[in-house]
Nanobody
Framework: QVQLVESGGGLVQAGGSLRLSCAAS????????LTWFRQRPGKRREAVSS????????YYDGSVLGRFSISVDAAKNTVYLQMNSLKPKDSAVYYC???????????????????????WGQGTQVTVSS
């Protein structure tokens, strides 16, 4: 079982940058799928970006493509989300989620489904002012 703790959220002006971290403990994440979700006020939780630690494949929602970058540091057992050119509509609580799996062949189609993930962090607030 893995525990996830997010950090790095805060208040930033539009156009600015933040880097979110998700530190994992209890298990090495080198065979996990790790995904950042966000939940904006009054909206459903949505997948933002994912990485398969096994082979480093990355996936992005169209709304953040080209602005956000996901990465994993296996030595630190941590996944990051670098967020650049932030917009007010990026304001949300950001959650880290993890799913341990050996077969990643269906991940390109399924990475954005909440039900895929067994482990979740508590979330970190990101607020982007205009």
């Amino acid at each position: 079982q893995v525990q996830l703790v997010e950090s790095g959220g805060g208040l930033v002006q539009a156009g600015g940058s933040l880097r979110l971290s998700c530190a994992a403990s209890g298990s090495y994440i080198d065979d996990y799928v790790l995904t950042w979700f966000r939940q904006r006020p009054g909206k459903r939780r949505e997948a933002v970006s994912s990485i398969t630690a096994t082979d480093g494949s990355t996936y992005y929602d169209g709304s953040v493509l080209g602005r956000f970058s996901i990465s994993v540091d296996a030595a630190k057992n941590t996944v990051y989300l670098q967020m650049n050119s932030l917009k007010p509509k990026d304001s949300a609580v950001y959650y880290c989620a993890a799913d341990r799996r050996e077969d990643i062949s269906d991940i390109p189609k399924m990475w954005h489904y909440e039900l895929l993930y067994d482990y979740w962090g508590q979330g970190t607030q990101v607020t982007v002012s205009s």
